[in-house]
């Protein structure tokens, strides 16, 4: 094993496919449903093609970076104010991400299974070793996330394929009973779980080879599987309104699966899978935080990712309904992390293309 600090192309798909998968295959689940209906699933399919000129882009960005860190290769072409205007959005998505999925664990472990524990002890428990081992290092990330995407394939398929005697597909049909608008709406809520396939760009000085075009195309049909694989089976399983009733309806699955006549109840898996994506998503979102704030020494950088740790917990103790919460996801954190990615996008695109300055071709290696 190398110890160089950094991890294998195989390795950072396995660290993504568990940071989004937690968002792509539950939380914007209900979101869709709720907006489009019996339409989602075409609305997932139809945005991969706009969003395949979308990940170009980004690999675009990606070439021109050469594997250095983001902030370090704006920090050269543009100076300080511009690389901060650009980072700033950066921080703040990624604070919402691991928040708003912290959040989400909290809900659904009242919800499912621990009913009369404090829903900070859980917080805190899950941010503790989220913490542990964002101060880790990439590499214990990817060691991790390696040891734990296959058993969570192996039981995405077992529940997929064991519930296929009560799926009904032909729910999915007909398709635009109210016009194109829930069609487009779903596009819409899509694109903000995809566009966390920006975070490829703020990984790749992590990986030992540079990332090429088809491992960008390969992430996107990932996440379109990942996406429509339990939106698919829920419309099959409940039919477009009772899904869209339903707070986790890719966890309700679980509920229907059984082995024969004998062996029921079998959703205590579903925990391993949530908190698998939960403790990845999070982590990872700590330590590039902790990167982005270009903190030198690591010791500056064990503080401040304890910091950000307490504090995320510290909201999760603010008064308010999960109503209000998932009102959040709706209105403001998808819209708000779609908008700003493509505009952050754009203005990486914008920069690449001016010539580069003396320092950048003296500030790295070739």
Not at 76 to 102: D, E
Not at 283 to 304: A, D, M, P, S, V
């Amino acid at each position: 094993m190398k110890v160089d600090g950094k991890i294998g192309i195989g390795q950072a798909i396995m660290v993504m496919m568990l940071t989004i998968g937690i968002t792509n295959h539950v939380t914007v689940i209900p979101l869709l449903l709720s907006k489009a209906g019996r339409d989602a699933w075409l609305s997932v399919l139809v945005a991969g093609i706009p969003f395949s000129l979308w990940v170009y882009l980004l690999f675009v960005i990606n070439r021109t970076i050469k594997q250095q860190a983001l902030y370090e290769w704006l920090q050269q072409r543009t100076g300080n104010i511009v690389s901060h205007l650009l980072l700033t959005p950066i921080m703040i998505c990624l604070y919402l991400m691991a928040l708003t999925n912290l959040i989400d664990t909290q809900t659904w472990t009242t919800v499912n299974y621990l009913p009369r524990t404090p829903e900070w002890v859980t917080a805190f428990a899950l941010m503790g070793l989220c913490v542990l081992a964002a101060i880790g290092g990439m590499t214990s990330v990817g060691i991790t996330a390696g040891i734990l995407l296959p058993i969570v394939v192996l039981l995405g398929f077992f529940v997929a394929f064991g519930n296929i005697p009560k799926k009904d597909y032909s729910l999915l049909l007909p398709l635009f009973q109210n016009g194109y608008r829930p069609l487009i709406m779903g596009m819409l809520y899509f694109g903000g779980g995809i566009t966390e396939l920006f975070l490829l760009l703020l990984l790749q000085h992590h990986i030992r080879k540079p990332l090429r075009l088809v491992h960008y195309f390969v992430m996107l049909g990932i996440t379109v599987l990942l996406t429509l694989s339990p939106l698919t089976g829920a419309i099959a399983e409940f039919g477009p309104v009772e899904s869209a009733r339903q707070r986790f309806p890719a966890f309700e699955q679980w509920r229907l699966l059984t082995i024969g006549k004998d062996i029921e109840n079998m959703e205590f898996f579903s925990i391993f899978q949530w908190l698998s994506g939960a403790f990845i998503r999070i982590t990872i979102c700590l330590l590039l935080l902790g990167e982005l704030l270009t903190i030198h020494t690591r010791k500056q950088r064990k503080y401040t990712i304890l910091f950000l740790g307490g504090s995320m917990i510290a909201f999760t103790s603010l008064p308010y309904s999960d109503m209000q919460f998932v009102s959040f996801l709706t209105h403001v954190y998808y819209p708000l992390y779609f908008v700003l990615m493509i505009i952050v996008t754009l203005a990486l695109i914008l920069i690449s293309l001016r010539k580069s300055s003396k320092q950048e071709g003296i500030g790295h290696d070739p």
